[in-house]
């Protein structure tokens, strides 16, 4: 059986809730096995989220931790509230 293909948007929503699990922030190989996307691509998506002000990266002394920003809650909102309007279920 085949899996359907993912939106960015639902990969984002996967992500940023792997982040949000982890307390509001989270490292790369966390972030990319919870939401089961390759590394070097889950590296763009952190890359696009911080972009978009979803994400801020903080650099420590051994790697980089992506913080939600108040502006990544509303984005969980917002797919949340769409999800469930045009759920099929």
């Given at each position: ?7 960015k948007?639902?990969?984002y929503?996967?992500?940023l ?17 919870a939401?089961n ?5 889950t590296?763009?998506?952190?890359e696009?989220?911080?972009?978009s ?27 949340a ?9």
């Open positions: 059986m085949r899996k359907t293909k993912r939106s948007l639902d990969i929503n996967t992500m809730n792997a982040i949000d699990s982890y307390g509001g922030t989270g490292r790369v190989t966390h972030i990319s096995y939401s996307t390759p590394l070097d691509r590296k763009k998506y952190l696009t989220l911080t972009k002000g979803l994400l801020e990266a903080q650099t420590s002394g051994d790697g980089v931790d992506y913080v939600m920003t108040p502006r990544a809650y509303e984005f969980l909102r917002a797919y509230l769409v999800n469930s309007l045009v759920d099929d279920d």
